[in-house]
């Protein structure tokens, strides 16, 4: 393996061991989501995928996720971890691809905007048909008991649709947009450092 491989591997390792850390820093924001909560894990991802590539960036997420079973282990039977996965992967994926293909600040612009909206949408259909069932299934509860958990903390979310549009939507929306924000501020400054290492 050459040595440049080598630094990019380690430099990934790093940014996901970052990526774990940030998660420590979290906060809820139970009136949109009292299942989920905000931390700048995504910041080394994306960060370090538009450096590194897209594989870059699954190794930084799946060394993230290592090491939150490993010191934390699961609290969802694993399907937190799983929904991690994906929209992490939905997020920085389609920017790291349109920036690949358009550097330059405009690019990074719109690959954020797509990867942040991709995320949303992604999450709607996973929460919806993937994630919360097989919660449901395995913690042996129902959606109306979801909801209700819901409703205890934003009383206008009644229905599936309410919990979307006023929870799922929201809260990824807004921990999309903080993500990219910072991003597009801090990547330069940070860039130039970690590029002469893997050189």
Known sequence: MKNSSIRVI????????????????SF?????????????????????????????????IVVKLGLILVFKGTSSMFTGEVQNFILSCA??????????????????IIGLTLGSLLSVFIAIFTNLYLI???YIYLYGMSWESILGICNAVNPLISTK???????VIPFNLISRAVSSVITFFLYKRISNPIKKFIQ
């Not at 990934?12 to 820093?25: C, D, P």
């Not at 931390?39 to 080394?44: E, G, H, I, K, Q």
């Not at 920017?95 to 330059?104: E, F, G, S, V």
């Open 161 to 167: 649709l309410t919990f979307v549009a006023f929870s």
């Open 91 to 108: 997020y920085v994926l389609p920017a790291i691809l349109y920036y690949r293909k358009n550097r330059t600040k405009k690019g990074a």
């Open 132 to 134: 919360f069932p097989a």
């Open 28 to 60: 809820s924001i139970p009136v949109l989501s009292p299942f989920a909560s905000f931390d700048f894990s995504a910041l080394p991802e994306i960060v370090g995928g538009f450096i590194l590539g897209p594989l870059g960036a699954i190794l930084i």
């Open 10 to 25: 380690s430099m990934a390792a790093i940014m996901g061991a970052v990526a774990f850390v940030l998660q420590y820093f």
